[in-house]
């Protein structure tokens, strides 16, 4: 979501570093995270954005944008908007430790930056956008240490998180470690509540 408002301020030639004009443009947003099944689309101003927001161009000005206080101050409203009576799966720089501090389950996910700039290469090469792989890893570089210094809400693991090392593990790697751990998680909560049913069940059947 950071991207979007990114993406728009760049739309609107209002520059990132501009905390003030980006705060006073934030009326202007309609922002929105919709899900369709197991997909989450990003929706600005009627929009869907989902690939808009994944540039050179946001990549280079989000950490500028998301350290403005007006806009996490929305951004995160907007976000457990989104999770209200419902379950989601959501990912981002501080969702487990500043939007969703209670969420039952949380994974800090890392990886070699080298591994992640080659991911990202890729992923821009799929929609024809064709970047160095030095300055990807540059730009990453220089996010994680503008986020990770910032003094709000600032990019660090919850002290409940899992730690991923996703350097050597495939998407459906992941996927599979995530999903198991919340079978476990599952089977923990409701492992009680069975056994209570048990319990009645053969209370039932010794009296009849």
Do not use: C, W
């Not at 930056?113 to 160095?132: D, F, K, P, S, T």
């Not at 220089?142 to 986020?147: A, G, L, N, Q, T």
């Not at 809400?153 to 899992?162: F, G, Q």
């Amino acid at each position: 979501m950071y991207r979007a408002v990114t993406y728009h301020m760049l739309r609107q030639n209002i520059t990132p570093a501009n905390s003030e004009a980006v705060a006073q443009e934030l009326s202007r947003l309609d922002l929105r995270v919709v899900f369709n099944g197991d997909k989450q689309r990003v929706i600005l101003n009627g929009q869907d954005v989902n690939q808009e927001i994944r540039t050179p161009a946001v990549n280079e000005s989000v950490s500028q944008v998301s350290a403005i206080p007006a806009v996490r101050r929305m951004l995160v409203k907007i976000q457990r908007q989104s999770a209200e009576n419902q379950n989601v799966v959501l990912e981002g720089r501080d969702i487990g430790t500043v939007v969703f501090p209670a969420a039952e389950l949380k994974f800090f996910m890392i990886a070699d930056v080298r591994i992640r700039a080659q991911r990202r290469q890729h992923e821009l090469e799929a929609r024809g956008i064709y970047q160095n792989l030095e300055t990807i890893e540059q730009d990453l570089i220089e996010r994680d240490k503008v986020d990770s210094s910032r003094s709000l809400s600032p990019l660090k693991p919850a002290t409940d998180a899992i730690e991923l090392d996703t350097s050597k593990m495939t998407i459906d790697d992941q996927v599979a470690v995530i999903v198991n751990q919340a079978k476990q998680l599952n089977a923990k909560e409701e492992g009680p509540l069975m056994a209570e049913e048990e319990k009645k069940d053969i209370d039932r059947k010794s009296v009849v």
